[in-house]
């Protein structure tokens, strides 16, 4: 099974370790629909934009993973309050991966315009 994945869950970030059965595949983008709230700059949340909001394409990884995985992976995501779904992507497939409800990103801030949230915390350990 593939999924796609845009937080902590990348290389080299804290909970790339519940990857380790995984198979790296490649980087890849969604398609510009979503947005991307940093919680407590712990985790992202991202969310399907609004018809009246600018799409962001974000930034992830592309894994394939043993089916078995899959499970272990989702109940982490939703002790979080995030839930599993279909992620589109910037080439036109949909994989699976891991959406927020927007009620959990209110009041937090957007950093959909940071390019990814990589990108966002070097951004926030070098200021």
Known sequence: ???FVNGELMRGLSMHKLLTDAEFIR?????PI??????????????MALPFEDGYSIPGEIYHI???LWPRI????RRLGLYPGP?????????RGILS????????????RYGGWRIYCET???S
């Open 74 to 77: 989702a109940a982490n995501e």
């Open 124 to 126: 926030k350990s070098s």
């Open 66 to 68: 043993p089916e078995e």
């Open 27 to 31: 980087e890849a983008s969604t398609a």
């Open 1 to 3: 099974m593939k999924i």
């Open 101 to 112: 409800v927007r009620e959990l990103c209110e009041g937090y801030e957007d950093i959909s």
């Open 87 to 95: 992620i589109w992507l910037a080439d036109g497939q949909a994989l």
């Open 34 to 47: 979503y947005r991307l709230f940093s919680i407590d700059d712990q985790y992202p949340a991202m969310v």
